[in-house]
Structures are given as C-alpha cells and as structure tokens.
C-alpha cells in the first residue's frame, strides 16, 4: 500500500509535505507531486501537513479521485514526454530534484484555479 497525491495538488505544488517524509518518496513533476508506492513507508505524516488536502492513505482516496492511485505509480513507470525512459526507483527524489514531466491524467487536466 501507498499513500496517493490526487487532483487538489495541481498547480499548487507547496511542498510542505516534501519536508515531513522520511524517506524522501515525494517526487516533483511540472504540475503536482507524486508519491513513489514502492518508497514510501506509510508512516502518514505527509497527509496532515498538506494545506489543500490532497494527499490519502490508497484505501481512503476518494471514489472521484481513484484514477490518482494509477497516475501517482505512471510518474515512475511509464516514459514520460520529457524523458527517455521511464524513472523508476530513484531512492530519493532531492538527488533527482524538479522535473517538468507529468503523470498522462495530469498532463490531461486544465489549468487548476488556486485555492
Ligand atoms: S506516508 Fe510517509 S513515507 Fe509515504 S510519502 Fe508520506 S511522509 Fe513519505
Ligand atoms: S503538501 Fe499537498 S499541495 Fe503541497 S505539494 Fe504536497 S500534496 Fe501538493
């Protein structure tokens, strides 16, 4: 199990929970944020920290907002416009730093207004 960022992220992007995980799983895109599955270790305190709410145990992400669970695993899986392969499990997402590539339903979306 993992924990998912979903649609609430988009265009905001404030990092707050970069800096709580312990392992260091959370990965920037060019728009929103992912959670490697592999990499992270469930310990939970990314989700309380994120002012937008969009960051769900797998199991509790809203019905609206499941199609995330498989856009947050594509970020590392498939080769993304951008890339020449896909990422993977980089161990560590500040060695990785920014990227300007996004998961296909993210890349799908309109520009998000911000809260
Ligand atoms: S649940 Fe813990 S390990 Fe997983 S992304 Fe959040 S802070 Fe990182
Ligand atoms: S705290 Fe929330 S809005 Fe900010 S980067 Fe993390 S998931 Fe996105």
Redo the contacts with the bound molecule.
């Keep these: 199990m993992?924990?998912v960022i979903a649609l609430p992220c988009v265009d905001v992007m404030d990092r707050a929970?970069v800096e709580?995980?312990?392992?260091?799983?959370?990965y920037e895109g060019g728009r929103s944020l992912y959670?490697?599955p592999d990499?992270?270790?469930?310990?939970?305190?990314?989700?309380p920290v994120c002012p937008v709410e969009a960051?769900f145990y797998e199991d509790d992400v809203p019905d609206e907002w499941e199609p995330y669970i498989n856009d947050n695993a594509e970020f590392f899986t498939e080769t993304l416009p951008g890339r020449d392969a896909p990422l993977g499990s980089p161990g560590g997402a500040a060695k990785l730093g920014p990227t300007e590539s996004d998961a296909p339903l993210v890349t799908s979306l309109e520009p998000q207004a911000q809260p």
């Design positions: 993992t924990y929970c709580e995980c312990p392992v260091d799983c959370i959670i490697h990499e992270c270790v469930d310990c939970g305190a990314c989700e960051i």
